[in-house]
């Protein structure tokens, strides 16, 4: 299913934003983007910050002593809410094709002394209703990533990645009867495919996706699962070449599964920001 998931969204993609940036006999009646192009494309160094406003769904489970864990809903049993994150992309530009990617996406949640609303067990220790526990928890991740810009008109463009993920899985649970965590760094290789079309000179439509899966032939070698997906579709004005605004959407999931410890993660919503170049 999450394959297909993502087939779908690669499909829609490339889909709209290839009628976007390839021009068609239909423009001789209907120019909505200038013989120049957009103005923001030439660059060398693009900077945006965003705030996202990102719906958490947070399961996850850990075994130890060869005790079995419960699937804790981080938001539902121990009382994590909802806020705001923030967002740092940084691009790169050495040519007119190639582009070099940043992202630091910080996700942190903490509660204090929540008291839980369902029994569990967490890393080998039993959890009560009424029990006060502090959570904090940390999905933060960096990624790398290269694209390259297989269709590149003054239009927009399409193209193709390779990323590299870091992302931190860390789950700390305090409470009187004792204090249990779970913590692991996971690098996640992704490919994707990105793109820009241009609807006037200062406005643009922008979408990209991220996948990747542990095939099913190696996951009996390993001992574990894991999948990531990430879908990014937002809009820009553009002020001028050096200055943005931007509003978007997005929507990340994370699976893993080990012989011990489990987790789905899964963010979405909107987002705004603004963007600077030069």
């Known amino acids: 299913m999450r394959m297909s998931v993502c087939r779908v969204y690669v499909l829609l993609t490339l ?61 539902g049993d121990l009382g994590i809410e909802k806020h705001r994150l923030g967002k740092i992309d940084l691009v790169l530009k050495p040519g007119k094709k190639h582009r070099l990617k940043y992202q630091h996406l910080p996700i942190k949640y903490d ?49 193709a990645s390779i990323n590299m993920k870091l ?39 922008d979408a990209e996706i991220a996948f990747f899966r542990i095939p099913n032939s190696i996951e009996k070698q390993i001992e574990g699962d894991g999948s990531y997906n990430d879908f990014d579709i937002h809009t820009t004005y553009n002020i001028n070449k050096y200055v943005g605004t931007q509003l978007g959407w997005r929507k990340t999931t994370i699976f893993y599964e080990t012989a011990t410890d489990k987790g789905d993660l899964k963010f979405s919503g909107l987002y705004f920001g603004g963007v600077v170049r030069y």
């Not at 609303?117 to 526990?133: H, T």
């Not at 860390?170 to 990105?194: K, M, R, W, Y």
């Open 15 to 75: 889909g709209a934003l290839g009628l976007l940036a390839a021009p068609s006999s239909a423009s001789a009646q209907y120019k909505p983007v200038a013989s120049g192009g957009g103005i923001a494309e030439n660059f060398h160094i693009e900077l945006a910050y965003g705030w996202w406003d990102a719906t958490p769904e947070l399961l996850v489970s850990s075994e130890s002593l060869g005790i079995l864990g419960s699937d804790v809903d981080l938001i």
């Open 111 to 159: 509660t204090d002394a929540f008291p839980v609303k369902r029994s569990f067990i967490f890393n080998g220790q039993r959890y009560d209703i009424g029990l006060p526990v502090t959570t904090a928890v940390d999905f933060s991740s960096d990624s790398f990533g290269y694209e390259y810009d297989f269709i590149h008109t003054s239009h927009g463009y399409i193209g």
């Open 167 to 205: 992302t931190t899985i860390d789950v700390d649970l305090q409470s009187p009867i004792g204090n249990e965590f779970f913590q692991q760094t996971a690098p996640i290789p992704a490919i994707g495919f990105a793109g820009r079309g241009y609807l006037t000179p200062n406005v643009s439509i």
